[in-house]
């Protein structure tokens, strides 16, 4: 009786002995998903840093283009502050060229004045000598008025080759700073259609760079979001494969090694395929 009742028990002992086995090997399993998963997501947050890392110097790079731009902007002020300055200083040459204008026909009409002064002082002097023949005075006395009235004119004649002298400087003066202003204008015109391009392409070197930053940011959030896409494609596609396959549960591979996935699921499906083949060959 007592041999009867261990007998019994035998079957039971081992069947508590496998479901234990079984709950330590999905224990076991279980732990080892885990893990995996746990090694998955520290990878994620590793992909995530460096995706960070790699904002940061995108925002690194974008301030040093707004840097550059505001130097840009700058330069185009110093430019447009220098012209203004240039367009003054041509504005005072022209005013100064119109003063010694205005001084040459003061001049000229100097000269005209003292040129009649001459004519009405030759007068005088044929007057008095008409005089000095119809009044008969004392030689002496002519005399002294004779040379009075010479040396008058002679004055005059100075006066008048002076002023005559002043004259032709002025207009040579004239002449010079007329030449002057109008290289002064023509230059300042060429510098200021120069700066004027300048500055168009600078604009326009603006605007590309940013029309370009923004094409850079669409592409590297567009790659970004595909590369986690397929990275997690791939490791569903392979974690179902390895719930149907032996080979990939005895050698399984790292979670972040998608090329390894991808070799595992191929070789599930050329196995699976030639299952396929062998069991269709067999049916036939």
């Not at 301030?63 to 502050?81: H, P, R, S, T, W």
Request: charged share 35%.
């Amino acid at each position: 009786m007592e041999l009867d009742c261990t007998e019994d028990e035998r079957p039971f002992s081992s069947l508590k002995l496998m479901q234990r086995k079984q709950d330590e090997d999905a224990a076991n399993t279980e732990l080892r998903m885990q893990t995996q998963f746990e090694s998955a997501l520290r990878s994620v947050e590793e992909h995530k840093e460096h995706l960070r890392q790699t904002v940061e110097r995108m925002e690194k790079c974008k301030e040093d283009f707004k840097e550059y731009l505001k130097i840009k902007d700058v330069n185009k002020q110093l430019a447009v502050k220098k012209a203004k300055h240039d367009r003054h200083l041509a504005h005072q040459k022209q005013e100064h060229l119109y003063d010694l204008r205005e001084e040459t026909e003061d001049l000229v009409k100097l000269k005209e004045r003292l040129e009649k002064r001459v004519w009405k002082y030759e007068l005088y002097h044929h007057c008095m000598d008409k005089v000095v023949v119809a009044s008969k005075r004392d030689a002496l006395q002519v005399m002294s008025r004779y040379n009075t009235l010479m040396m008058a004119r002679d004055n005059l004649r100075l006066t008048t080759h002076q002023n005559q002298e002043i004259i032709q400087t002025a207009r040579s003066n004239l002449a010079i700073v007329t030449g002057e202003s109008n290289d002064a204008i023509m230059q300042l015109n060429s510098r200021v259609a120069q700066l004027q391009r300048a500055l168009d392409e600078a604009q326009q070197n603006r605007v590309h760079w940013e029309n370009t930053w923004a094409r850079i940011q669409k592409t590297a959030a567009e790659k970004t979001m595909l590369f986690g896409q397929i990275r997690m494609a791939t490791l569903n596609l392979y974690r179902n494969v390895c719930r149907k396959s032996r080979f990939c549960q005895a050698f399984p591979v790292d979670p972040e090694d998608s090329s390894g996935q991808l070799e595992k699921v191929e070789i599930f499906i050329t196995e699976w395929m030639s299952a396929l083949k062998l069991k269709a060959s067999n049916t036939s």
